[in-house]
T-cell receptor, first 110, second 111 residues
Framework: EDQVTQSPEALRLQEGESSSLNCSYTVSGLRGLFWYRQDPGKGPEFLFTLYSAGEEKEKERLKATLTKKESFLHITAPKPEDSATYLCAVPNPQGGKLIFGQGTELSVKP | NAGVTQTPKFQVLKTGQSMTLQCAQDMNHEYMSWYRQDPGMGLRLIHYSVGAGITDQGEVPNGYNVSRSTTEDFPLRLLSAAPSQTSVYFC??????????FGQGTRLTVV
């Protein structure tokens, strides 16, 4: 079964405390893995696309990496404004559906 | 750039009423989808479309209808609203195998 699992469900960090979020997937023929950020009351906002194992993308304090079974979103020296829910998603093998994980709710305290 | 536009932003319905949530995109994307998001449940796919005239069911389609007469529009119809349909609804569009762009959501309450 095509599935995306994110861990942890919630993560509390102190400002400046680096950490990583995990997204593991089981889908045949990966056609891309997408990371999103969602703030309360808003729609998900696109962050990164990764297409092949070994690929990395960076934006400010965030870096996304991809292996054949999972992706990591590394957060370096986070700030309170990085607090949000982070979602990952992959297309199903037929390509028509995007399968989302449950998300990781990140809270960064000053 | 408008992107994906959803209307209304907020709606209160009485049980049994019907209504249509509107979604329009101006990016000429082939794929469009509707999701609902409930606390602790993540994004759940209701219906999706891979092109004008083509729609298919997601994981929670019951109580909802869709149609795709144009590339730009993908309305979601609630036939007879129930309290269980109280949720936040998101519309999204994308090209095949690329990222999705989301609207700002419709917060629906059914009393």
């Amino acid at each position: 079964e095509d599935q995306v699992t994110q861990s942890p469900e919630a993560l509390r960090l102190q400002e400046g405390e680096s950490s990583s979020l995990n997204c593991s997937y089981t889908v045949s023929g990966l056609r891309g893995l997408f990371w999103y950020r969602q703030d309360p009351g808003k729609g998900p906002e696109f962050l990164f696309t990764l297409y092949s194992a070994g690929e990395e993308k960076e934006k400010e304090r965030l870096k996304a990496t991809l292996t054949k079974k999972e992706s990591f979103l590394h957060i370096t020296a986070p700030k309170p404004e990085d607090s949000a829910t982070y979602l990952c998603a992959v297309p199903n093998p037929q390509g028509g559906k995007l399968i989302f994980g449950q998300g990781t709710e990140l809270s960064v305290k000053p | 750039n408008a992107g994906v536009t959803q209307t209304p932003k907020f709606q209160v319905l009485k049980t049994g009423q019907s209504m249509t949530l509107q979604c329009a995109q101006d990016m000429n994307h082939e794929y469009m989808s509707w999701y609902r998001q409930d606390p602790g449940m993540g994004l759940r796919l209701i219906h999706y479309s891979v092109g004008a005239g083509i729609t298919d069911q997601g994981e929670v389609p019951n109580g909802y209808n869709v149609s795709r007469s144009t590339t730009e529009d993908f309305p979601l119809r609630l036939l007879s609203a129930a309290p269980s349909q109280t949720s936040v609804y998101f519309c999204a569009s994308r090209r095949q195998n690329t990222e999705a762009f989301f609207g700002q959501g419709t917060r629906l309450t059914v009393v």
